[in-house]
């Protein structure tokens, strides 16, 4: 399959518009076209000793959950690891894909394939994404009727403020007269011009009105989960199910203020990786991540809340082995799909 061909696969598999802004997501390198991938290697670090795996299997393109560049590079040469890996890439024409919060939000990614450690549960995203085509520009629309004979000087006033998209006029009756309504999209910046401008003569506009120009939700998209368990279970029972979900032998705990191992968890919130931004401020009887602060473990305990840390990666890596089953069928088994023998955790328990 051509390079071009299986990325834009792969952003239909998963929207690169649904990662977070921060996020540096897509293709990251790019051998010299044309370049044809017969093999797609998975892992979620891209660490020397994986690129040297994906060298030695031929792999023509690695899809790296975590992107390995993610603040610019000023220079490419022998000197750092990451730029290592570019230049290891480039000279065995191994291009490099990172999906990274665009599998996260997604409703078969990462923190939809976590809930499964959990038992049986119904799950919704705890930030939803958005439709990110709709409205197509503004964030706010006027309206607003004038007198016809002093149209075109409204227009002229309007039509000089910045950031103003889909202006319209139509005729309209109002109590009796004959008006012209006009509408407008337009950004929160110009929303203040265009509302002081018709402030100035109140006389000239009449029936105003603002609507807040909402994007509408993607059903079952966007980051972390909040989980309700068919039936309530102990956390002791929970800590064993994530586990064996993980194939952990060990996880770190902490258990909310006047709970015990014992305490039914109904409802978990989760988020694959580093959730405390995405978790703080959720009611839930357990927390479930890879990774968070000192502080906000305290937050949550000192709140009746239990923890589950997991370290960072080992909430995500596990979702490989599904995605190269899923990535099968969706590239219609085109090209042979690998994960990553050598990818783990870099923290052990000694």
Same mark, same amino acid.
């Not at 030695?56 to 040469?77: C, M």
């Not at 890439?89 to 490099?96: P, Q, S, T, V």
């Not at 958005?130 to 227009?155: I, K, M, N, S, W």
């Given at each position: 399959?051509?390079?071009?061909?299986?990325?834009?696969?792969?952003?239909?598999?998963?929207?690169?518009?649904?990662?977070?802004?921060?996020?540096?997501?897509?293709?990251?390198?790019?051998?010299?076209?044309? !370049?044809?991938?017969?093999?797609?290697?998975?892992?979620?670090?891209?660490?020397?000793?994986?690129?040297?795996?994906?060298?030695?299997?031929?792999?023509?393109?690695?899809?790296?959950? +975590?992107?390995?560049?993610?603040?610019?590079?000023?220079?490419?040469?022998?000197?750092?690891?990451?730029?290592?890996?570019?230049?290891?890439?480039?000279?065995?024409?191994?291009?490099?894909?990172?999906?990274?919060?665009?599998?996260?939000?997604?409703?078969?990614?990462?923190?939809?394939?976590?809930?499964?450690?959990?038992?049986?549960?119904?799950?919704?995203?705890? +930030?939803?994404?958005?439709?990110?085509?709709?409205?197509?520009?503004?964030? !706010? /629309?006027?309206?607003?009727?004038?007198?016809?004979? +002093?149209?075109?000087?409204?227009?002229?006033?309007?039509?000089?403020?910045?950031?103003?998209?889909?202006?319209?006029?139509?005729?309209?009756?109002?109590?009796?007269?004959?008006?012209?309504?006009?509408?407008?999209?337009?950004?929160?910046?110009?929303?203040?011009?265009?509302?002081?401008?018709?402030?100035?003569?109140?006389?000239?506009? !009449?029936?105003?009105?603002?609507?807040?120009?909402?994007?509408?939700?993607?059903? !079952?998209?966007?980051?972390? /989960?909040?989980?309700?368990?068919?039936?309530?279970?102990?956390?002791?029972?929970?800590?064993? /199910?994530?586990?064996?979900?993980?194939?952990?032998?060990?996880?770190?705990?902490?258990?909310?203020?006047?709970?015990?191992?014992?305490?039914?968890?109904?409802?978990?919130?989760?988020?694959?990786?580093?959730?405390?931004?995405?978790?703080?401020?959720?009611?839930?009887?357990?927390?479930?991540?890879?990774?968070?602060?000192?502080?906000?473990?305290?937050?949550?305990?000192?709140?009746?809340?239990?923890?589950?840390?997991?370290?960072?990666?080992?909430?995500?890596?596990?979702?490989?082995?599904?995605?190269?089953?899923?990535?099968?069928?969706?590239?219609?088994?085109?090209?042979?799909?690998?994960?990553?023998?050598?990818? /783990?955790?870099?923290?052990?328990?000694?």
């Amino acid at each position: 399959m051509d390079l071009r061909e299986l990325v834009s696969a792969l952003n239909d598999f998963a929207p690169l518009s649904l990662a977070e802004s921060w996020d540096n997501v897509g293709l990251l390198v790019e051998p010299s076209p044309p !370049h044809t991938v017969n093999t797609l290697f998975l892992t979620n670090d891209l660490t020397e000793e994986v690129m040297e795996e994906a060298v030695q299997k031929k792999a023509d393109l690695i899809l790296s959950y +975590h992107p390995p560049i993610f603040t610019p590079l000023k220079r490419v040469t022998w000197k750092t690891w990451k730029e290592r890996l570019v230049v290891r890439a480039l000279e065995h024409r191994i291009g490099i894909y990172s999906p990274h919060t665009a599998y996260d939000a997604i409703p078969h990614g990462v923190n939809n394939w976590l809930t499964k450690g959990l038992g049986a549960c119904t799950s919704v995203p705890l +930030h939803p994404s958005t439709a990110p085509g709709y409205p197509a520009e503004g964030t !706010h /629309r006027v309206e607003f009727c004038t007198d016809t004979e +002093h149209l075109e000087a409204v227009l002229s006033k309007i039509k000089d403020i910045q950031e103003i998209s889909c202006l319209t006029t139509f005729p309209a009756r109002l109590e009796g007269e004959e008006k012209t309504r006009v509408t407008l999209n337009c950004s929160q910046k110009a929303l203040l011009e265009v509302v002081a401008l018709l402030s100035q003569n109140s006389l000239l506009y !009449h029936k105003t009105e603002i609507l807040l120009l909402q994007k509408p939700l993607l059903p !079952h998209t966007g980051m972390g /989960r909040l989980c309700t368990l068919s039936e309530p279970v102990s956390l002791s029972n929970i800590i064993e /199910r994530i586990k064996s979900h993980l194939k952990l032998p060990h996880v770190r705990i902490a258990v909310g203020m006047g709970k015990t191992p014992e305490s039914p968890v109904k409802k978990a919130a989760l988020c694959a990786g580093s959730g405390s931004s995405v978790l703080k401020g959720t009611e839930a009887d357990l927390y479930l991540t890879g990774e968070m602060s000192h502080h906000d473990v305290l937050d949550a305990v000192a709140n009746g809340i239990s923890v589950i840390l997991c370290e960072h990666s080992n909430t995500e890596r596990g979702f490989l082995s599904e995605l190269r089953d899923v990535l099968a069928t969706h590239l219609q088994n085109k090209i042979n799909v690998i994960v990553s023998e050598k990818d /783990r955790d870099p923290l052990q328990v000694a």
